[in-house]
């Protein structure tokens, strides 16, 4: 939404995407969170 808002104000120059980890990313991936160490 806001990159679609900046290009219409003037040029995008950059867009980050922050991407939701898949729910089985603990299973594939050997990641303790903080409570389990």
Do not use: M
């Amino acid at each position: 939404a806001g990159a679609l808002s900046a290009q219409k104000v003037g040029e995008l120059v950059s867009v980050h995407v922050i991407p939701r980890p898949h729910k089985n990313i603990y299973e594939i991936f050997p990641i303790k969170l903080p409570e389990e160490r």
